[in-house]
């Protein structure tokens, strides 16, 4: 099959997806049996797969399930875990992450995948995607396990940016509202806003300015505000969305991993102090799969870059198959939902809102003077 032959295949009738192929701890190898498993459970993905053509040819023959449904374009350099991300902007046209990137700038996909160094790729994004108009800052959008409905919260910023203001809460409220309804089909997300306390005179100045914004802009928007929430409500029950700054974001998430792995491990511990508690731990072997699975931190994998002319995925670097494969899931419902196109609409919505009321403030000051 020709170059050329194979495009057309991989595209006819199928959602495309660009996968960086050489980002992450695990090579290629991991995220092309990540894209074998989603290509087997969604026969309406096509893949554009970014790397050294020599390495991903081998490892796409050997996955029959991918026959005519991955082009591969070649790319020689690979941004490393390590790298700086100035560094990369400056000399990283080659590498797989840039050419990855640029099939979605140049339409050819609607959303971007990849593994790699976050800092790299969220300031390449920014550089060939470009912020929406209107966009202060981007944004991180991660998945937080809950025991709302939709098994999930999403909360943001994961880490984009440290610092945020209180027009960025404002943004990430919005986007965190598109990414909930378009993501996971809820018609009217409640959003809150993470504080060291859920009173109102609580927090620092910015949290409290935001809280106004957020509230008034919570109409027009279609969305629920809460007010503030604290971090017991990240996997609760309040709300769908949490917005708060990078800073914070991270730590929460970072922390989060830990407390999950503890757990994990602290459980398989006590499950093997005795005799008896091994026979416990068979006899409890269905109910202990299912506590894995539901707070197994791959089918969380994929934060979503928002406030881009584009929709980028970050999947955790050292994500394995599965992980990968949860992933590609979250960009295919994205763009098949035209993700970007609604985002951009709700964050216009929000400036005109803005625009207004800036002109009815400067209207009153002239009737008072």
């Not at 970014?50 to 790319?75: S, T």
């Not at 994500?319 to 939902?337: E, I, N, P, W």
Request: with cysteine; charged share 25%; proline share 3%.
């Amino acid at each position: 099959m020709t170059a050329n032959e194979a495009q057309s295949s991989a595209r006819h009738g199928r959602t495309i997806i660009s996968v960086d192929a050489m980002g992450g701890d695990h090579g290629p190898a991991t995220v092309v049996a990540g894209i074998s498993r989603s290509a087997k459970k969604n026969d309406e993905i096509g893949f554009i797969l970014h790397g050294q053509r020599e390495v991903l040819e081998p490892l796409v023959a050997r996955r029959k399930n991918l026959a005519g449904r991955c082009e591969i374009r070649d790319a020689r350099d690979v941004v490393s875990m390590d790298e700086k991300p100035s560094q990369v902007i400056r000399h990283g046209k080659n590498t797989s992450m840039w050419s990855a990137l640029e099939s979605v700038r140049n339409g050819e996909a609607p959303v971007c995948v990849s593994c790699g160094n976050t800092g790299a790729l969220m300031l390449m994004s920014v550089v060939r995607l470009r912020k929406l108009p209107g966009i202060y800052r981007p944004a991180i959008g991660v998945l937080w396990p809950s025991r709302n409905p939709q098994g999930f919260n999403i909360m943001l910023d994961g880490g984009a940016d440290i610092r945020a203001d209180a027009k960025d809460l404002m943004q990430y409220a919005l986007m965190g509202t598109s990414y909930a309804r378009n993501g996971f089909g809820l018609k009217r997300p409640r959003v809150g806003l993470l504080n060291v306390g859920t009173e109102e005179h609580k927090g620092r100045a910015e949290l409290k300015e935001a809280h106004d914004l957020i509230a008034a802009n919570a109409r027009i928007a279609d969305f629920e505000f809460v007010g503030f929430v604290e971090g017991r409500d990240l996997p609760g029950t309040r709300c769908d969305v949490l917005v708060t700054d990078g800073f914070t974001g991270n730590i929460a998430l970072k922390t989060g991993e830990g407390v999950a792995k503890l757990v994990s491990d602290l459980l398989r511990e006590a499950f093997r102090y005795t005799p008896l508690s091994r026979i416990a731990s068979l006899l409890a072997l269905t109910s202990l799969r299912r506590l894995k699975k539901r707070i197994d931190p791959r089918r969380a994998n994929g934060g979503v870059f928002l406030g881009l002319n584009g929709t980028v995925v970050k999947s955790h670097g050292a994500a394995d198959a599965t992980g990968v494969s949860a992933a590609v899931k979250l960009a295919f419902q994205l763009a098949r939902s035209g993700f970007t196109e609604k985002l951009a609409a709700r964050v216009a919505s929000a400036s005109l809102l803005d625009q207004d009321d800036a002109t009815a403030a400067t209207k009153a000051n002239g009737d008072t003077e």
